[in-house]
């Protein structure tokens, strides 16, 4: 155990975390992410929620402040009538921890795919909302 560490963060997650720089990317992706075979690494997160993961991370890990969206959502396919909610939980967190009042791009499903396959790692977790995956962009500690 370390002070300051929040429990949820696994000595894996903060490995991974750490060795992490500037502009690499990390993928939060819910329960139906093919999480395993996209991964060029994987941290398993089962049994946890994103926006819970989020909140714990965001309080070391700053958001890219050089880009103007350092945060990217999955976007809902054409004619789904999914509703998101979780986006607005997700909104609220990076508001509280980074400022950021706009950090969101939407990205298309299958360029989502193509970009967590080249992010830094993949935390798969448990959480069961639709159209819930999160790509998180690193940026500089100052």
């Not at 750490?18 to 060029?40: K, R, T, Y």
Request: charged content about 25%.
């Amino acid at each position: 155990m370390l002070n300051g560490i929040p429990k949820i963060i696994s000595p894996e997650l903060l490995k991974v975390l750490m060795e992490m720089g500037h502009s690499d990317e990390l993928v939060l992706a819910d329960g139906n992410f093919p999480a395993a075979s996209h991964a060029q690494r994987l941290v398993r997160c089962d049994g946890h929620s994103v926006p819970e993961l989020l909140d714990a991370i965001l309080q070391l890990f700053p958001l890219d402040q050089y880009v103007e969206k350092p945060a990217a959502l999955m976007q809902v396919v054409p004619g789904d009538p999914a509703e998101t909610p979780i986006w607005e939980q997700y909104r609220s967190i990076i508001v509280q921890r980074s400022g950021l009042e706009e950090p969101f791009e939407e990205v298309e499903r299958f360029a989502f795919y193509e970009r967590a396959k080249k992010a830094y790692a993949i935390v798969a977790t448990g959480e069961s909302a639709i159209y819930a995956n999160l790509i998180l962009k690193k940026g500089v500690i100052k």
